[in-house]
């Protein structure tokens, strides 16, 4: 169980921090290198213009191209990612995150694959469920500190 949750903070660590290096820097993934936040591209404006869908979206789509939610979202992704692959400030981490998966999940409603749940729900759940099992105590800056990097 120990392994399975660290490789689960990790994984999802790694889920927030991707699309920060790829918004950032336009690797050619999901963001094109002349999109690139560095290249004046701004992250928020494609999905929040264009995805958007169903009773929130009029309100997400305000949103599209404002500098001040691009620098919230990129540190968003940038913080909660580090903190969770480094296993460092787990509760902030846990209650963005899920704060951050769930605006995504409002503003698709009603996802495309399933009327009610989606991947987004999901990850939220696995962070909520990182309050009880305390995967941080596990290969993280913090078991360092303990000098106890043990599974």
Not at 122 to 132: A, D, P, Q, R
């Amino acid at each position: 169980m120990k392994i399975t949750q660290t490789l689960l903070r990790i994984s999802l660590g790694w889920i927030f921090f991707w699309p920060f290096l790829d918004k950032t820097f336009g690797l050619g993934f999901a963001t094109a290198s002349e999109n690139a936040w560095i290249a004046g591209g701004s992250p928020t404006a494609g999905f929040l213009s264009y995805a958007t869908q169903g009773p929130f979206a009029e309100w997400f789509q305000i949103l599209a191209g404002n500098m001040l939610v691009d620098w919230l979202f990129m540190m968003g992704l940038l913080l909660i990612g580090l903190s969770l692959i480094l296993g460092v400030f787990m509760r902030m981490a846990i209650f963005s995150g899920s704060l951050m998966l769930v605006l995504m999940y409002l503003a698709v409603l009603p996802p495309e694959h399933n009327p009610i749940i989606d991947d987004h729900i999901i990850y939220s759940l696995v962070l909520i469920s990182f309050l009880w099992s305390k995967p941080e105590r596990y290969f993280s800056i913090q078991s360092l500190k303990k000098n106890d990097n043990r599974f």
